[in-house]
């Protein structure tokens, strides 16, 4: 696309984890990708690699992918050691072949993480982080059950932090990139988003017990304060909404512990 | 000859909803809990019905080919979600949020559907809100606006330029809670190849599970597809990789009928393609057309100089210079077309010559450059990273890209095809925006269709169904179904020819973008009638799928997708070569006023054409649903 680019071409050398299913071993394949243009995707580059696999009659790399403009959170390639790879608040499928130089040997690995089992290649399972959500993620509003949109202002100040920690994709690369395989921010990203509303304060309590119980469950470590998540996160969510649901955790502990609980049974004529 | 019956109520356009609601069946609450529901896709439309529908106490079962609801492509739309909420005081209302789709539509909608949008679209906003969904607010606290597309009121809700997503995420979360509950079964990385029909009515689908390759029946009171839109028949657009036809198409041959699939829609800010190798078309906010200035060389010779040694004098601001009250604000689809004829006459720029340049110099002199970037540094930021250019040092190139299709599976006022028990919801079904949508309706349409229209109008049918009546997934239908499915798996992995899937998509892409695309002609479109069913041959002759059926196999998939895009796209170049007028996303460069406008002909096609499937190699059946407008008079459209 870019004129003075479109005459250059790249190659470089791809070892990639190729894994045949969840309980097979798995091992690096080394692969030659030549004559790239440096516009190109780097799942572009992959697209390419697997015609040529197919072509040959070889099983081509899967991968995981759908929107391609950093939205839905889907692919989750771990490249030369960095989850989504060399650039900054960007996802897999917004890093292109001008991030790389000719001749590079470039490792591409699936998002590691015990709670992130492999299903074939550079695909792993994150159904955990719907059981998450699944635990607490939401405020309860059935269709047809609410107030006015008006009828509760929210500060803009509040709204905007809640839209910050809104804007998380759900695609691990903060588990992917902590040493102890933690998804507090993920956890702490929803935790912060509806705590921040006044239409979450019913459920807060019970949410953050809830998620952070599932998390645990689920085998995702604990947090260390590296803050390698927020370097790896696509959208730059902020660590400080660690922070955050660790208060609103401690609080919801205390409180479950000493709170009064109604006797009262469900009556009614 | 397919029965259709669009249901629509009668009397007063503004009663037609409400006293539907109070006519149409209800179902007890203690029977609800012995239906058993599918719905089929997790977008907005089916996130919000799979969760409202189990909230009313129906069984649920969700089916998803992504690893998980969340990822569905609703999440990508920006810019935002209409509703007449006249919270601005600027004279909104239900009246004018119905008017402006319905003319926006060219006058190819249901005026009924139409007008039921515009007046659920309130209940979404309190909706949303209710689940936490993070909208835009002013300092008081209360919801932001925006204005959008040409509309004369502020009605537009937004959340930064991620509304899409965070609305996905709303419906996504009350899914969440639902299965949490136990109250829906969800079913990821499982994909619909087969609808199962028993004695005429929808009973059940046929799933395959992409991780394990196992394939399964399921048998329900009734099934629901919201599946969304087939852009991708096109191959290159702004939909995600993974988004197909394959649902509604497995529908269609079942007998549903596919009504208007000719009316796609091209947006016209994208980012060009820049090679061979491309995978998905990225577009550019139309709101940057406000500062923008669109032009092309005047001088063929001048299209791969740098544009800043092409000298004022030689620039060819077009949209400027056809449509001077409009300039470079006229509607979609008239700015897509103009930017096409440029590069027709060879005058467009970049290597591939697909490209007209959006240039901001001007704003940039008006504005300053931090005022440029306030304004839209995100889209600028963007552009930058797919690019590698600066739209502050030099213009951004732009050509338009495949966006959204309004054409899809006929439905009646009930959201029902004409296959009893089989509902379609959102961008699958072709109801609500005729020939051209509007901006912010898309996000409108999917929630009032799957929060507030389904769990209605879904009991009319359950209460004429005994509870219990739901036929074994063991019965003949089922069994047939699956061997159908069984068999076209075998056939792809069998082939073993030369060339990848990808290969016959990509050549499938450009015969419809070349012969279909913003402008047709009786001849180009016979020319694609004669192009297809050759691919088709050489698809089913020379693909090669490795692997096998019992793992993960990302080409078994996508063989089965292209398969229904080329059937797809066979059906959507024959509906437009029988639609012989100029409308909305369909120009047919026969029909057009001397400017070049669209050139409708309501004696002759104001009408749905609903296709019917008649059997393999047969032409299929053209129905036809009348297009009565009681309330308001079609008038031509004109942006001068």
Not at chain 2, 384 to 407: F, L
Request: glycine content about 10%.
């Amino acid at each position: 696309m870019v004129a003075e680019n479109q005459s250059k071409s790249l190659g470089i050398t791809l070892r990639v984890w190729r894994q045949a299913g969840p309980s097979q071993p798995g091992r690096f394949v080394e692969y030659q990708s030549k004559d790239l243009n440096p516009n190109m995707s780097f799942l572009e580059m992959l697209d390419v690699v697997n015609d040529e696999l197919t072509r040959k009659g070889e099983e081509p790399i899967a991968f995981a992918h759908d929107c391609r403009e950093g939205i839905c959170g889907t692919c989750s390639c771990t490249i030369n050691g960095k989850p989504h790879g060399p650039g900054k608040g960007v996802a897999t499928c917004q890093v292109y072949m001008r991030s790389f130089r000719d001749g590079d040997v470039v490792t591409v690995e699936p998002f590691r993480a015990a709670a992130f089992p492999v299903i074939k290649d550079l695909v792993v399972d994150r159904s955990a982080f719907d059981r998450i959500q699944q635990a607490g993620g939401f405020i309860t509003a059935r269709a047809g059950s609410a107030p006015d949109a008006n009828a509760l202002p929210v500060p803009k100040p509040d709204a905007d932090l809640a839209m910050d920690a809104a804007t998380c994709i759900g695609c691990g690369a903060c588990v992917a990139a902590c040493k102890n395989a933690s998804a507090m921010l993920f956890v702490a990203a929803k935790v912060g988003h509806l705590g921040l509303l006044p239409q979450g304060q019913a459920e807060r309590e019970r949410r953050v017990l809830a998620m952070v119980g599932v998390m645990d469950a689920e085998g995702f470590g604990n947090c260390t304060n590296q803050y390698e998540c927020s370097a790896a996160c696509p959208k730059l969510i902020s660590h400080d909404f660690i922070a955050r649901m660790n208060r609103d955790y401690f609080a919801a502990s205390l409180k479950a512990a000493v709170k009064p609980v109604s006797l009262g049974g469900s009556g009614g004529a | 000859m397919a029965t259709l019956d669009s249901r629509i109520p009668s009397g007063p356009l503004a009663d037609k909803w409400r006293k539907h609601k109070t006519e149409i069946k209800l179902v007890n609450p203690a029977n609800k809990r012995k239906y058993e529901i599918i719905v089929v896709g997790a977008g907005l439309a089916g996130a919000s019905a799979a969760s409202t529908l189990a909230d009313l106490g129906y069984k649920v079962k969700n089916f998803v080919f992504h690893d998980s609801p969340r990822r569905a492509h609703s999440i990508a739309a920006q810019g935002g979600i209409n509703a007449a909420k006249n919270y601005q005081n600027d004279g909104d209302s239900v009246y004018r949020l119905f008017y402006d789709p319905l003319k926006g539509g060219d006058y190819r909608a249901r005026e009924a559907n139409v007008h039921r949008l515009a007046e659920v679209s309130v209940n979404i906003i309190d909706q949303c809100a209710a689940l936490g969904v993070p909208f835009a607010r002013e300092y008081g606290g209360l919801l932001a606006n925006r204005s959008f597309g040409g509309a004369q009121v502020s009605r537009t809700f937004y959340a930064r330029g991620q509304t899409g997503q965070q609305l996905l995420l709303g419906a996504y979360s009350s899914l969440s809670r639902t299965v949490g509950a136990g109250l829906v079964e969800l079913h990821s990385h499982s994909e619909m190849l087969d609808l199962v029909v028993v004695n005429g009515h929808a009973k059940g689908i046929i799933v395959r599970n992409l991780v394990t390759g196992e394939i399964t029946r399921h048998s329900a009171d009734a099934v629901i597809l919201a599946t969304g839109g087939y852009g991708n028949v096109y191959n290159l657009s702004t939909y995600a990789r993974g988004s197909n036809c394959t649902a509604i198409m497995r529908a269609y041959r079942r007998g549903a009928c596919l009504a208007n699939p000719c009316y796609t829609q091209i947006h016209p800010t994208c980012i060009p393609v820049s090679g061979d190798y491309q995978s998905k078309l990225t577009l550019m906010s139309e709101s940057l057309r406000n500062d923008g200035r669109i032009w092309a060389p005047k001088n063929p010779a001048d299209r791969l100089k740098a544009p800043n040694e092409i000298a004022e004098q030689d620039r060819d601001y077009f949209l400027e210079r056809l449509y001077p009250s409009f300039g470079n604000l006229c509607p979609r689809d008239v700015a897509s077309r103009a930017a096409k004829r440029a590069c027709d006459d060879g005058r467009g720029v970049g290597e591939s010559g697909l490209g007209v340049y959006l240039d901001f110099a001007d704003a940039i002199k008006r504005l300053g450059e931090n005022g440029v970037r306030e304004r839209y540094g995100n889209l600028f930021d963007i552009y930058h990273e797919i690019t590698a250019e600066s739209a502050y040092k030099t213009p951004m190139r732009i050509y338009p890209a495949v966006h959204y299709t309004m054409g899809g599976l006929w439905v009646d006022y009930n959201l029902m095809s004409n296959v009893p028990g089989l509902f379609v919801l959102g961008e699958a079904n072709f109801s609500d925006h005729g020939a051209n949508r509007l901006g912010a309706s898309a996000l409108m349409q999917g929630l009032a269709d799957g929060y507030f229209v389904i769990p209605y109008t879904i009991g009319d049918y359950l209460a004429g169904q005994k509870p219990g009546s739901r036929p074994s997934a063991d019965g003949a239908e089922f069994k047939a179904a699956e061997d159908s499915v069984r068999g076209q798996t075998s056939r792809f992995l069998s082939t073993k020819g030369k060339e990848p899937v990808s290969h016959f998509h990509k050549r499938l892409g450009k015969i419809m973008w070349e012969y279909c695309g913003m402008a047709r002609t009786k001849e180009s479109l016979e020319t694609a009638l004669q192009k297809i069913p050759a691919l088709r041959e050489e698809f089913r002759a020379n693909v090669n799928v490795p692997g096998s059926a019992e793992t993960l196999n990302q080409s078994l998939e996508q063989a089965g997708r292209v398969a229904d895009f080329i059937d797809l796209g066979e059906l959507l170049c024959r509906d437009a070569l029988t639609r012989e007028e100029s409308c909305g996303g369909h120009f047919r460069e026969e029909h057009q006023h001397p400017d070049g406008e669209c050139k409708r002909d309501d004696e002759k096609f104001a009408h749905v054409a609903a296709w019917e499937f008649q059997g393999e190699g047969k032409t299929p059946l053209r129905n036809v649903e009348p297009l009565n407008y009681e309330f308001v008079k079609m008038s031509v459209r004109n942006y001068k």
